[in-house]
C-alpha cells in the first residue's frame, strides 16, 4: 500500500507563513540566532539529486549491460505484474506487496558508491571513489541498474534532473545552509545550520543559479537544523545528528536522514560540492519515486528492491527494515542569508572553506 502523505499548496504555505510573521518574530533570534563565533558564511542549495555512479555500467549490471531490453534493465516493459488480495486480482501498483511473482530487478554488483560508514554489515560494503573508505548505500544497490540511475556526476539521475530543471528549482522554496566558525579559512569545530527559505532559487543569464542573492528564511521551524561538524583538511565533514527539511512536488517531498553524515568541498567558482549521507525512511523515498509512474519507469521492481535491500531500523513486529543507507550528492553556491525583519543572518563569501580550493574529482574515479 502507499503510505499516507501530506501536501501542502506553496501559495497556501507562503500565505500562511507570511500572515504569522508578527506572531514569530519575537522567537526569531532564539531559533536562528547564529552561535557566538566570529564568521558565518551563508549559502543555497543549487544542487541536489541521488548520488549515482555507473562510470562502467558493464561491471556494475552486467545483465542489464548484455541485453538492455529484459527485465533486467527495470525498465518494466516485457513483464506483465500481477497482485492478488484476498483471492481477487488488484491493481498490482496500488497493492506492490501483494503480488504473486516479485520482479527481482537486477541490483548493482560493482565496488564502488559514494557514500559513508554508518556501521552496516562489512559483507553489504561499497567502496568511495573519492575517500576509498567503507560506505553504506542499499539505495544505490536498490535502484543502480535501473534506466534512470544510469549516470555519473556532474551529470543528474534523469528523472531527478528533468524535475529540478524544469520547474522546482524556479518555483520551490530554496534550501539554505549556514556554516559558523571561529575563522572559517582555518581547519576547526564548525557548526551547520540548514534551513528552508520564502523563495525559490534565483537564476542568471545563463540559466545557472545565481551567487551572492539574499534569502528570507521561513520563520517556521520544521525545517530548522543545526549540526556538528569539522572542517579538517580543508573539507567541511559531518558524522551525527538528524536533518529534516520539507519540500515540494513533484519531487524531494522532505529530506529525512537519521544517522547524517556530510563531505562538503569548496571547489574553483566559490561553489560548495558534497554529499549527504544517513539512512532515511524507505517508504518515503519509494512513494516519491513511484507514485507518478511514467516513461518507462519500473516502479513495481524498484519499490521491491528498495524494501528487499532496506539495512536499518527493523519493524520490532515483523523485523523488516524501516530505513536504508543512503547518499545525495549536492551543490551550493554563496547567498546572503537574512531573516523577515531584515536582520543578516549569514554573508556570501567566494572564500575557500579552510582555505583549500579542490579540484574537481569526477575524472579520477578509479577503473572498476
Not at 557566538?36 to 562502467?56: H, L, M
Not at 532559487?201 to 556538528?228: E, F, G, K
Not at 551543490?331 to 543578516?344: C, H, M, S
Not at 554573508?347 to 579542490?358: F, I, K, Q
Request: proline letters at 6%; glycine letters at 8%.
Amino acid at each position: 500500500m502507499k503510505p499516507k502523505q501530506h501536501f501542502y499548496s506553496f501559495s497556501a504555505y507562503r500565505r500562511s507563513a507570511v500572515s504569522m510573521a508578527s506572531a514569530v518574530v519575537l522567537s526569531l533570534p532564539l531559533l536562528w540566532s547564529a552561535p557566538a563565533q566570529a564568521e558565518t558564511r551563508g549559502y543555497v542549495i543549487s544542487w541536489f539529486a541521488t548520488a549515482t555512479n555507473n562510470p562502467d555500467f558493464a561491471t556494475n549490471c552486467p545483465q542489464a549491460f548484455k541485453d538492455p531490453g529484459s527485465r533486467f534493465a527495470t525498465t518494466g516493459k516485457r513483464r506483465v505484474d500481477h497482485a492478488f488480495v484476498n483471492g481477487k486480482e488488484v491493481a498490482p501498483y496500488d497493492y506492490p506487496d501483494a503480488l504473486d511473482k516479485d520482479p527481482n530487478v537486477e541490483t548493482v554488483i560493482g565496488k564502488y558508491a559514494y557514500g559513508f560508514d554508518l556501521g552496516g554489515p562489512e559483507a553489504t560494503k561499497f567502496q568511495d571513489p573519492e575517500t576509498h573508505e567503507k560506505v553504506d548505500n542499499q539505495l544505490w544497490r536498490a535502484v543502480g541498474c535501473t534506466t534512470n540511475f544510469q549516470f555519473t556526476p556532474p551529470t543528474m539521475p534523469y528523472m531527478e534532473g528533468q524535475a529540478w530543471n524544469s520547474g522546482y528549482a524556479d518555483s520551490a522554496p530554496a534550501w539554505t545552509m549556514q556554516v559558523s566558525g571561529d575563522d572559517l579559512s582555518k581547519d576547526g569545530p564548525v557548526t551547520i545550520t540548514l534551513d528552508r527559505a520564502l523563495d525559490h532559487l534565483q537564476r542568471d543569464a545563463l540559466s545557472a543559479i545565481r551567487t551572492h542573492v539574499t534569502y528570507v528564511l521561513d520563520p517556521s521551524p520544521r525545517s530548522h537544523n543545526v549540526l556538528q561538524g569539522e572542517i579538517k583538511n580543508g573539507v567541511l565533514l559531518v558524522t551525527s545528528g538528524d536533518v529534516w527539511l520539507q519540500g515540494s512536488l513533484p519531487y524531494y517531498l522532505q529530506i529525512d536522514l537519521k544517522n547524517t553524515h556530510m563531505r562538503i568541498r569548496s571547489e574553483t567558482g566559490s561553489k560548495l560540492v558534497g554529499y549527504w549521507g544517513g539512512y532515511t525512511d524507505w517508504h518515503k523515498w519509494a512513494y516519491m519515486f513511484t507514485s507518478r509512474c511514467g516513461a518507462g519507469f519500473d516502479c513495481i521492481g524498484i519499490y521491491r528492491s528498495v524494501k528487499k535491500l532496506a539495512d536499518f531500523a527493523p519493524d520490532p513486529k515483523t523485523g523488516e527494515n524501516q530505513m536504508i543507507s543512503i547518499a545525495w550528492r549536492m551543490e551550493a553556491v554563496p547567498a546572503f542569508l537574512a531573516t523577515q525583519d531584515g536582520k543578516l543572518l549569514a554573508t556570501a563569501s567566494s572564500d575557500a572553506l579552510g582555505g583549500r580550493l579542490h579540484d574537481t574529482v569526477a575524472a579520477n574515479i578509479p577503473a572498476q
